[in-house]
């Protein structure tokens, strides 16, 4: 947590996880990633380095950057705008500004 002035205490934004990107890294992960194959040239049909795909592994997705999101449906030949239409006939109402905190793993 970061603090405010005065003894409020506000969320830190590195321990956000917010929902849209959560849903958009969920789908990515669920329909256009096989885990039983090599990551190496799954990365390269999506455009992206491996380490992008590293990341979207975990549940909570991260901060997929819009440049990123567009590279990989160009090479899935899907509009940035027809992704997103997926994404809200799937999650609907819940697409706010909404966040989760960021899952802590044990040490």
């Not at 109402?93 to 960021?102: L, P, Q």
């Amino acid at each position: 947590m970061a603090k405010n002035s005065g003894n409020k205490k506000t969320p830190d934004p590195a321990g956000k996880i917010f929902l849209l990107d959560k849903f958009v890294c969920a789908y990515i992960r669920d329909n256009w990633i096989d885990w039983t194959k090599p990551i190496e040239p799954q990365s390269k049909e999506l455009g992206v380095h491996r380490h992008i795909l590293t990341k979207l592994q975990s549940e909570d997705g991260y901060r997929i950057p819009l440049s990123t999101l567009a590279i990989m449906c160009f090479y899935k030949n899907i509009s940035l705008s027809d992704f997103f239409q997926i994404i809200e006939d799937k999650h609907g109402s819940k697409i706010n500004d909404d966040f989760v905190s960021k899952s802590v793993k044990g040490n």
